[in-house]
């Protein structure tokens, strides 16, 4: 799937060679989620495998539309940085575009957002235990929104430098945008200004936050008109600070905007997924978020203002209340088959199996052999604990089991 993605993605751009490859397109959208919120990236926990699948993608991406690694990293995208509780090494990547205005040389406009989220049952994480939480939303939406900036921007260079960011581990704290901005890694007083892009494909009755609209003297003068000119419902914000990866570019005295398409009932929840993307409307988001950096592009400089404070949607607590409701709901609905299983190797066997239980109505037995549950494969407890993740009471469980050496196929009523 990663291979694919790639391919398929240098195939469209070399399908394109006439027009500068430029535009924000669904397709390229589409294509970067399927892959960053696909089962295999289990997540993109920070730290782990997937959240490391998901930082040599942006990579790969970078190389391929032509970005340079930072000149103080030997050439490397991957920038290593450790945490504690857990102790695990993570890694933000950063690529670099040159601008065409050499007086800009030394100022550079910076586009980022997190390529982390909650894994399976990791930082943030809401669903059940084995549930992969996918995280298409959030962050793979502002992910592939950097992708596609960075892909435009290379074939529409900019008078100002780029720098382009993808961070990890923002779901533990803003650490890697923390990390980035506390090292010397970054000349934070080269940075004009840096917008951050978390959550922005969920597109909704064409509702769009802007925060960040009070952190430099000048932001409101130059981008009031771009946003008059919006046909986006837009939610301004003045206010420097928020849950997400602006706030730390903000401690680090650097303007910072945030883009966002606000909550909803699938955050932090293993429902967020690609196929739940406003596609056309993170394209509609994307173009305004071109327009704005297009704008402060010929402004000569910025003045930075300490305008602190949450800048969030009016109605953000409002929903989070009903979102923490209906997984309160949720949680009472988790629903039990009643089987323990020993393992041998690969095989699982049922050691018991519960009276009047789920298991024991469909016919189950203590004895039968584990091949597949939900369509998948049972090979250890990890692999039974993820087919039956997430099921509620009520809903069906699909199993095929060896009993004697003959095969049968039960399903059961979760209770
Ligand atoms: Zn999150």
């Known amino acids: 799937m990663f291979i694919t993605s790639i391919i398929l993605l240098a195939a469209q751009s070399a399908a394109a060679p006439v027009a500068p490859a430029s535009d924000i397109r669904v397709a390229d959208l589409r294509a970067h989620i399927s892959f960053l919120a696909s089962e295999e990236l289990e997540g993109r926990e920070s730290g782990r495998e997937g959240g490391q699948l998901a930082a040599n993608y942006v990579e790969s991406n970078f190389r391929r539309v032509g970005l340079k690694p930072l000149a103080n990293q030997d050439g490397a995208y991957q920038i290593e940085f450790e945490i504690k509780r857990p102790d695990l090494t993570c890694r933000n990547v950063v690529g670099v575009l040159a601008g065409t205005n050499p007086d800009y040389a030394d100022s550079y406009i910076a586009i980022g957002g997190h390529h982390d989220h909650a894994g ?17 939303d959030d962050n793979a939406s502002g992910t592939s929104g950097v992708l596609e900036l960075a892909e435009y921007y290379a074939a529409n260079p900019l008078e100002h430098p780029i720098i382009f960011m993808t961070f990890s581990a923002e779901e533990r704290g803003l650490l890697g945008s923390k990390a980035l901005v506390d090292s010397n890694v970054l000349d934070n007083d080269k940075i004009m200004f840096m917008i951050n892009l978390d959550m922005i494909g969920r597109l909704d009755e064409d509702y769009l936050f802007v925060g960040g609209l009070g952190t430099a003297t000048e932001l409101h003068d130059l981008l009031d008109p771009v946003f008059e000119k919006s046909d986006l419902e837009l939610e301004l914000n003045d206010k420097g600070e928020a849950p997400s990866d602006n706030t730390s570019f903000f401690h680090g005295g650097i303007p910072a905007l945030f883009f966002f398409t606000n909550v909803h009932a ?74 323990r299983a020993d393992v041998a190797g690969e095989i699982l066997t049922l050691s ?32 039974l604990r993820r087919s039956l993740a997430g099921g509620l009471v009520g809903e069906e469980v699909s199993m095929i089991v060896t009993r004697d050496g003959v095969k049968k196929t039960f399903k059961a009523t979760l209770k």
């Open 120 to 136: 399976v049952g990791g930082p943030g994480a809401m669903g059940f235990p084995g549930e992969i939480h996918n995280g298409a």
């Open 266 to 339: 699938d955050y932090h929840m293993p429902g967020d997924d690609a196929d739940k993307i406003n596609y056309e409307g993170e394209v509609r988001v994307l173009n305004l978020v071109n327009e704005v950096i297009k704008t402060l592009d010929s402004a000569p400089s910025l003045e930075f203002v300490k305008y602190g404070g949450m800048g969030m949607p009016a109605d953000f607590d409002t929903r989070m209340r009903e979102h923490y409701r209906h997984i309160a709901e949720r949680r009472v609905m988790k629903g039990k088959l009643g089987i």
């Open 352 to 383: 018991k199996v519960t009276v009047d239980s789920a298991a024991s109505e469909s016919g189950l037995m203590v004895g039968d052999v584990l091949l597949q549950v939900n369509g998948r494969d049972i090979t250890s407890m990890e692999t």
